[in-house]
């Protein structure tokens, strides 16, 4: 079903290229870098969990502390005390990366326009009436590009893994999601909502061009 | 001397065991009420489910274990994934911890059975039927093949035109039954009935937690009930409510549909938390660390899952200050969570754990459930959410909190009570095999699926790709998954072997302290010989004594001298003893009302309507034959309880069994019709095209028969509830009283006159709403009616007037949704 000058043929054998781990833009990178900082916290008070329940067998019969103890240690202590200050901190960080990637209106942003179906994605370009691409969405490298993104049928979903996240197209609805390529290249995306028989093959690729191409692109003289 | 003890409880048994055992043979198990017998057959159905469930994972493995594999195509594949998570969450997760409740939890209150016996085996045989239809069109071919939460568009006739959606939509529906139902039971089994002197705080602490689980059900499956209804109308009827080009939306239908499904991951996790704060104490020969925290944890993690179903849609569009509250709830909500985790580790640590199977369960589910919660938290973070959301990272995160948080502790609970449940006590050690398997396989196949998840790999592909770098992890995961899958079935194996072969044991093993322990195990069909007082949490701590006392018929109602199944209900706060409950006797009204529902409910899936229209009728009989059973047509006055204290019977209070279990039923109701309410307001200010072209005109009529019948039909039962106490004949009353309930309904018909059920989101909506008014209205008459019979028949008198306080809060109920929801569709059309 892709149409298109491009076809995931092309990217076979990169085996990161829907990682969304190896960002090659800035959403993502913010992204992945919330993913590390989390997992390692994480591992830290899965250690610090498994430690206290190990220690609790290998005291053997010690002289108990009293229930009021108790609770002011285990209870208000560690699971009221500690629990919440993780959880605040993290929130606020969570809270202030998300705000950074809403597609907030500035200078040099380009808007596109996706819109999906089962099972195939339509692109269309305000900067280029008229111009029509399906398959492959093409950006400029380097500036930032909100996505408006909507549905011709079921509920679907853009996601372009090392770019940014994914955003649903829901019809009736447009979303706008941002996305910024540091360097041109091509970015593979999927469709990341089931949507019937043909999920699997529901792909598409961002073509990401430098200032030169992008505007002949919007010329009309490249695919 | 010793032996007068034995003989004067074999006596009593004796005297017990005719009153309340089964019928003899099969006929048995289709009539039996009793709630040991409903909770083997329930517990034997969910584990079959569990199995069935099994197997569809196993071939989900197979599929994925290579690339390109053409083991199954899509059409096969995308039927065996949403089968695989419909009947791992509907029909094994929500009824093995019910049969669990219902098997376990008279015991623990020191009663002798559940509230409601024949519910008990309708919500039964409710589930069993409505299971064996959902495997049927498995094997048949035409199972649902949307996805577990079914979003529409995708599942809406446009491009589901199969009846595989229908099957989900009737088929889920009706096995909701079962969850309500049972829910129903335990909140008012706890509340109801218990030992004497079991004040709130010294319940047994996994009768809090299946309190706040019941409450939990009653409030959430309803907005899911009615989302459900909708979509099967708008399939069935065209009525438009996920349309975007014709009012509707299809996030409604994602509202409602997590507005039960993340309330439902705590439904499922709490009683797992509750069977855990049982045993673990135990484990640890001490007592549970902060009861009081711990109860309170529970209910704040009640309270806090309604508020964030939003976070499984981060992806849809929702503005970021929105999904900020939602994420922080949603963080907020892992505060519980850790308060329960280290209230159990400080337990640890205050007593002397042993390492019984039991407790290598919970030592497996701490490892998992913290992994689980962990990873819960991540995605409970918006901006990673995006990334990881339909992909394997949340795949292998909600198995680790499925069956981390809730199969491990279930599995300790069948070991831990097995004793209960089969008489014997463990023999073969196949378990601590079986739970290294188990180990050594689930983190095998999960573990690494996050990894493949944040490397691209999206939930519900029906096959990998060669080169995508997944595959190496997905070949882990299949054989890991056929471990893990040999260890489960060497946990069955080893449970049914003992369960049969295992030596006879000594009453309580693990020297518990609740009271589920002080009955001979097996358990007798009454559970408890005598009602007994307690004065602790741990009445077997204090009183060693205690069963031979039960047994003896020192407690309440130990001399069962009116020969009809009774137990003791006690004061809600403070038990202290109240009434006198008289349960039902064996009966096939359950069993047939199943029958006659599922007809109801599965008719619409292929539009036999006639069929439906006749099994609802049959429906409505068999409930008034039902409500008929119960009851006395002369006055008792009050009766010997025991222990010298005398009780009027149910029949003489003033809101008798039936009247609480009505409150309970109407809260679910309620919410259902919020939940109504909540979309008919979301569709108005999110749905595109609003407002509609053409606004319902009020008019005067139905305004003014609306009023008039709120009046006659409230005033009318309250005159006729007074004459009854004042030995009055009460006709004339009644008959304003249905005279007002015909023109509530009269009123809401008006509605159906002036809009077109298919034009517009808003007109489908209108429908449903005046459809609900006139619903409860014609209920509430049928209830006057079979009121009036009843006063006919003797039922009724100035002691027994319990029936007509039922009847008046139906009423009520059916006023005031008149109110709200007529005043919702005039409102515009008066604005305008």
């Known amino acids: 079903m892709v149409i298109g000058g491009t076809t995931p043929l092309m990217l076979a054998g990169c085996e990161d290229r829907l990682s969304a781990l190896h960002p090659a833009g800035p959403a993502a990178a913010l992204i992945a870098t919330l993913w590390w900082v989390m997992l390692a916290g994480a591992a830290a008070i899965l250690v610090l969990v498994l430690v206290l329940l190990a220690l609790a067998f290998r005291r053997g019969g010690g002289p108990s502390a009293g229930d009021s103890r108790g609770e002011a240690v285990w209870i208000k202590g560690l699971g009221l005390g500690f629990t919440m200050t993780v959880l605040a901190a993290l929130t606020a960080w969570g809270l202030w990366i998300g705000e950074r990637l809403l597609p907030r209106p500035g200078p040099g942003v380009v808007a596109v326009e996706a819109q999906g179906r089962q099972w195939a994605w339509r692109f269309t370009y305000p900067d280029a009436p008229g111009r029509v691409t399906e398959g492959a969405l093409h950006i400029p490298a380097g500036r930032p590009v909100d996505v408006r993104i909507t549905s011709a049928d079921v509920i679907h979903s853009f996601w372009v893994p090392r770019l940014a996240g994914k955003l649903d197209a829901i019809p009736g609805h447009v979303n706008v999601l941002r996305i910024q390529a540091w360097a041109p290249g091509e970015y593979a995306g999927l469709g990341a909502e089931f949507n019937g028989p043909g999920y699997r093959r529901h792909h598409f690729t961002v073509v990401a061009h430098d200032a030169a191409a992008w505007d002949a692109f919007l010329a009309g003289e490249t695919p | ?832």
């Open chain 2, 1 to 832: 001397m010793t032996d007068k003890p034995r003989l004067t409880a074999l006596r009593l048994h004796k005297a017990l065991h005719p009153i309340w055992k089964n019928d003899p043979g099969w006929k048995g198990r289709f009539t039996t009420v009793n709630n040991n017998d409903i909770g083997t057959m329930f517990i034997l159905g969910a584990t079959g489910m569990f199995l069935a469930g099994g197997i569809l994972a196993m071939l989900i493995r197979a599929q994925l274990a290579s690339p390109r594999s053409v083991f199954m195509g899509p059409e096969v594949y995308n039927q065996i994934f949403t089968m695989h998570g419909t009947i791992m969450m509907f029909l094994f997760a929500i009824p093995f911890f019910e049969a669990l409740t219902v098997f376990l939890l008279p015991g623990m209150l020191g009663t002798r059975d559940l509230a409601f016996p024949r519910l008990s085996s309708y919500g039964f045989w409710c589930y069993m039927i409505g299971a064996t239809i959902m495997i049927l069109a498995l094997v048949a071919g035409v199972a649902p093949d949307g996805g577990w939460f079914m979003y529409p568009p995708l599942s809406s006739s446009a491009f589901s035109p199969g009846i595989n959606t229908d099957i989900w939509l009737l088929g889920i529906s009706f096995i909701e039954i079962s969850a309500i139902g049972a829910a129903v039971e335990v909140v008012v089994t706890v509340l109801r009935y218990r030992a004497v002197g079991m004040t709130l705080d010294r319940l047994p602490i996994f009768a809090w937690y299946m309190l706040v689980v019941a409450v939990m059900i009653l409030t959430a499956f309803p907005p899911m009930i009615l989302g459900s209804l909708i979509l099967e109308l708008e399939r069935a009827f065209d009525m438009p409510f996920f349309q975007a080009e014709h009012g509707g939306d299809s996030l409604l239908w994602q509202h409602l549909f997590w507005l039960f499904g993340h309330p439902e991951v705590y439904i499922i996790f709490l009683p797992a938390a509750g069977v855990i704060s049982m045993i673990l104490p135990v484990m640890a020969r001490t007592t549970l660390l902060g009861y009081g925290w711990v109860v309170a944890a529970a209910i704040s993690l009640a309270v806090l899952s309604f508020g964030l179903w939003v976070h499984h849609m981060f992806t849809t569009g929702i503005p970021h200050m929105g999904l900020a509250f939602f994420s922080a709830v949603s963080t907020l909500v892992a505060v519980p969570t850790g308060v329960q985790i280290f209230a159990w580790i400080g337990t640890l640590w205050k007593g002397r754990p042993e390492l019984h199977l039991p407790m290598l369960w919970i030592l497996g589910f701490f490892v998992t459930f913290v992994m689980g919660g962990l990873t819960g938290v991540m995605v409970a973070m918006v901006p990673f959410d995006w990334q990881a959301h339909d992909t394997y990272f949340v795949v292998a995160h909600l198995h680790y909190v499925l069956i981390g948080g809730y199969v491990f502790p279930m599995i300790a609970a069948v070991y831990y009570w097995l004793p209960v449940l089969t008489g014997r006590k463990r023999f073969f050690r196949m378990g601590e095999v079986a739970f290294w398997l188990v180990m050594a396989g689930f983190h095998g196949t999960f573990l690494l699926l996050h990894w493949a998840g944040l490397l691209g790999m999206r939930r519900r592909i029906d096959s990998i790709e060669a080169g995508s770098g997944w595959e190496g992890i997905n070949l882990l995961a299949s054989i890991s998954g056929f471990v893990l899958a040999i260890g489960f079935a060497l946990v069955i194996l080893d449970v049914a072997v003992n369960a049969f072969v295992a030596v006879r044991g000594r009453r309580n093993p693990w020297n518990a302290g609740t009271l589920e322990w002080a009955t001979p195990i097996p358990g007798p069909a009454y559970n408890v010989a005598s009602i007994p007082v307690v004065a602790s949490r741990y009445p077997l701590h204090d009183n060693p004594g205690l069963p031979v006392q039960i047994a003896r018929g020192e407690g309440f109602l130990g001399n069962p001298v009116r020969n009809r199944r009774e137990t003791l209900a006690v004061s809600v706060a403070r038990a202290e003893p109240e009434f006198i409950a008289v349960f039902p006797q064996n009966s096939i009204i359950p069993f047939a009302m199943a029958v006659v529902t599922s007809v109801m409910f599965m008719a619409p899936v292929w539009k036999w309507y006639g069929l439906m229209l006749a099994s609802a009728l049959g429906v409505t009989a068999l409930a008034m034959c039902w409500a008929w059973q119960g009851g006395s047509r002369r006055d008792e006055g009050l009766l010997d309880a025991g222990r010298g204290v005398s009780l009027p019977p149910h029949t003489e209070v003033p809101c008798p069994p039936g009247w609480w279990g009505s409150l309970f039923l109407l809260l679910a109701d309620g919410v259902l019709f919020g939940s109504l309410l909540f979309g008919y307001a979301f569709l108005w200010t999110v749905a595109p095209n609003w407002p509609p072209p053409a606004i319902l005109e009020p008019g005067g009529l139905g305004p003014v028969l609306a009023a008039g019948g709120v009046v006659l039909a409230c005033a009318g039962i309250r005159l006729a509830d007074r004459a009854i106490r004042k030995a009055g004949v009460p006709w004339i009353r009644l008959g304003a009283s249905l005279a007002g309930l015909a023109a509530l309904g009269a009123a809401a018909w008006t509605v159906f006159g002036g809009t077109t059920h298919d034009a517009h989101a808003y007109d489908a909506t209108l429908w449903v709403i005046a459809g609900y008014v006139v619903f409860h209205a014609g209920v509430a008459g049928l209830m006057v009616l079979f009121l009036m019979a009843r006063i006919r028949a003797g039922y009724v008198s100035a002691r027994r007037f319990g029936d007509a306080r039922v009847v008046r809060l139906w009423i009520d109920y059916a006023a005031l949704t008149a109110i709200l929801g007529l005043g919702a569709a005039w409102l515009p059309g008066w604005l305008a």
